[in-house]
Structure formats: C-alpha cells, structure tokens
C-alpha cells in the first residue's frame, strides 16, 4: 500500500502580485521535483468576506496608486504598534471575523505543513499554533528585502530569509537562530535554468543586436509604462522596449497603438507566466522593485533602474539593491534617462553590475524552501491528536473556550 503523500498547503494573499508569485514558484518546483508531496495553492482573500476582500486588496492597490505617501505612513505606523493597542485589537477582530471560512480550508485539506507566503494567513494559523489545535507546523516565506513586524509570529516552524540581514533582523526580534533559513525569495523554475538571449529572441519581432529595455509595470499593471516608453523611444534612436502590462488591459491598448508607431522597437505583452524568456533579452530592466520583480533579475543576472518605489517595502528594497550595486534609482525621466546612458555607454559598469546580481541570486530558493519543509515529514502530527492547551497570549488572541478549530480532517 502506497503512503499518503505528504501534503502542504501554500497560502498566499492577492494583495499586490508578489505574494501569489512566491507561492505560485513553490508549487511549480514541488510538481517538478518533488512526487512524493501533494501541493495545494490558496489564495487566503477567496475566503473572506466580499467587504474585507475590498478592504484588503482594493484598498491597497487604490493606495499604493493614488496616495503612496499614506501607505508608506501606513506601512511604518503598523511596524511600530504595540501588539496590545486597542488599532491592533481591532484589527485582528476584523481578521477572525472573517477567517473561519480559511480555517474549515485548512482543516478540510489535512495539511501536513503551511507555507505562508503573506503575514496574514501566518498570524490567523499562528493564533492556532499557540493553542494546539493546528498539529501541522507553519513556515513563514518573507517576500521583500524588509522585514515588517508583522511577519514575526509566535509559534512557527522557521522563516525563510530572502538574506542575511533579514536572518539578523529576525533575530534581533527574538527569532531562535535555528528557525531561520536564510534562503533567498523563491521565483519560477524557468530562472534555475533560464533561455539564452538568443533563443528567446528567436520568437520575437526584436532585433538581437539592439541595446534592449525590459519595462515591467508589475502584475496590476500600475505606474505610467505607456508615457515612459514613448518617451524613451523618441530620446534614444538606437534602443529596443519590451513593456511588460501585467493584467492591465488600457495599458496594454496604450502599450500597443506606441508598437504600430515604433515597429521592430516595441513589443507589448500582457500578463505572462515566460517573465524569463523575455528577461533573457534586456540588457537593463527598468521596474519598480518589488520583492519578487528584484529576485528575478538578480536571478537572470540582469542589472536595474528602479522607479518609484512605494514607499515602505519598495524603498527598502530599493536601499538594498542600490547598496549593493546591482541597480541605479531614477527619480523622474531626466534622471531615468541620464542613467540609460551611463549604463549603455560604460559596458564595464553594466558586467560588474550583472556579475554582482548573479552573486546575490538564489534562484534555487523554492527548492531550497521545499528540502527544509518535506525535511519535517517524519514529525507529521495526526490532527486527531491536537488538543487545545492553555497559553499565555493577549486576550483577544484566543477564540472563545470550546471554538473547535482545525481539530479534525472533517469536522466543521
């Protein structure tokens, strides 16, 4: 008789593109590497209230694009709020309200092991966790190159790291050293193994020997992509745009009507799961930087001019890479267009830039993730045996005495 497959589940939020990436990367890997797990990718806001979703997700996006500055007050101001004040309270009542149909998904799967790929699914099980009635453990996938407080949960299994100064951040937050991996963000298996510039050339209307500008607006489709490629094509004759638009389909049109006007210099492409094959042709990526979009690149080895960043998690990320050389930061289009040309006109700066992303990659974190995860097989835990048990948690931390949760494959 055949083992039971040992089964995870990957719980991401659809909160900004991401989080869905990194948990959609691990799963990719497991089908690839690893038969003997059972892979299953959620995503948490499919189990929320219609209202909370708009809460959630909508808000953000509308921030994030429209007042920027508020979501950087906002991103800082819950850094430093204490676990106890009444801002906090209120907002973990609004997540149990509207967790319990994530939690019967949970339960209902029989998880062997989660991976969150978002700090909220990881304080919902982690509340669990600290009451004994989740067997399965939980590991935490940091997804930026920062490290929010609410990433730090009571009762995890470990954290993957995207570096070591997040390991020592973690730490410095009372993380035993033993629960952290430092393992990099994981990104798709079409990065371990990446397409030749050549080859991926090969299917497009673009000219290999052209100096080549991969545009990524990131999977929304945010930012103003269309007015900065027709800018950067009417300044510089000798290069080539390749403008990613994610699921934005205005921008796609925008992105298309330019392509008529600068044929053989443009291609637009709408949301892609080949994010690699195009990729392998730039010679710079001018994006925002995003914890995975900055994982990609250092992956392929490829050198950034970051814009925009969102204050908050963005900036951070954008500090780190600009620390260690591998991106140039551009402020507005003169700055933008200033640093296209240092780059293009001083092709030993552009090597040490890509050689010192390739140092930084770790393109192999998913399998990284999934060794570590499938490693705690032998501790599997019968979810018939969890039983509740008193911890010293704040008050509003703990469901009502007799709220069953997670206590059985089938039970409601």
Known sequence: MQPAPFRVLILSVSAGAGHQRAAEAIAAHAARHFPQAEIRHLDAMQFVSAAFRKLY???YLKLISK???????????????????KTERLRRALERLNARPLLKAVREYGADAVICTHFLPAEILSRLKHQRRLPCPVWIQITDFDLHRMWIQPGVAGYFAPNEEIAFRLRMHGVPAQRIHVTGIPVMPGFVHP??????????????????????????GLGNA???????????????????????????????????????RLLAVSFTSQVEHY???????????????????????????????????????????????VALHAWDFPSLLYRLQTLLDHPDLMKRMCDKARALGRPAA??????????????KVPYESATPAAVNMPSDLCEPAGHRLCTGRNSD
């Open 195 to 220: 397409p030749t510039r050549a080859h991926s050339f090969a299917s497009l209307p673009l000219q290999e020997e052209r100096p080549t500008l991969l545009l990524m607006s990131g999977g929304a």
């Open 279 to 325: 990729m392998a042709c730039a010679d710079i990526v001018i994006s925002k930087p995003g914890g995975l979009t900055s994982s990609e690149c250092l992956a392929m080895g490829v050198p950034m001019i970051v814009h925009d960043p969102i204050p908050g998690q963005e900036e951070r990320n954008a500090n780190y890479l600009l620390e260690q050389g």
């Open 226 to 264: 269309a007015t900065l490629a027709e800018q950067l094509l009417q300044q510089r004759s000798d290069i080539q745009l390749i403008v990613l638009t994610g699921k934005n389909a205005v921008l796609l049109q925008q992105c298309q009507a330019l392509q008529t006007r600068y044929p053989q």
């Open 67 to 85: 007042a920027p500055g508020l979501w950087g007050y906002l991103y800082q101001f819950s850094h430093d709020a204490q676990q106890d004040s």
């Open 57 to 59: 997700t909508d808000l």
């Open 366 to 379: 998913a399998l990284q993730v999934l060794h570590l995860v499938l490693s705690h097989a032998d501790q």
